[in-house]
């Protein structure tokens, strides 16, 4: 049965939260992903238009900070949440997450 890794960090934000959890495992991350090309970051985005639903912007933008000394040629941030991701994507400031970092946002209820 594969091991399960949990990491627990409090910081004064989210992103600093999310990045110290991901800098305890980082031997783990890179062991399992160096040499990967594409990456595929999955939010959850249950809701719409309640923001406490969703994964914070902040936390996705600490994932892709992490993961970026690895070398991504393409991030994808993808989502199939119900009432419109594009909805979602826009609400929550992912749009401006693409431009800022040059991630692809892709939905998953269209996408093939």
């Known amino acids: 049965m594969p091991r399960a890794t949990v990491s ?51 936390a996705v933008r600490a994932v892709i900070d992490q993961i970026s000394h690895l070398g991504p040629k393409h991030v994808v941030v993808g989502e199939g949440s119900t009432g419109g991701t594009w909805t979602g994507f826009s609400n929550f400031g992912y749009t401006r997450l693409a431009k800022d970092y040059g991630v692809e946002l892709v939905d998953f209820n269209e996408d093939e």
Not at 9 to 35: H, M, N, P
């Open 8 to 58: 627990l960090a409090r910081a004064g934000s989210r992103y600093d939260s999310v990045t110290r959890c991901l800098e305890q495992v980082r031997s783990e991350i890179d062991a399992t992903a160096s040499g990967r090309r594409r990456f595929l970051v999955k939010p959850n985005i249950v809701s719409v238009t309640r923001e406490l639903a969703t994964t914070h912007l902040d």
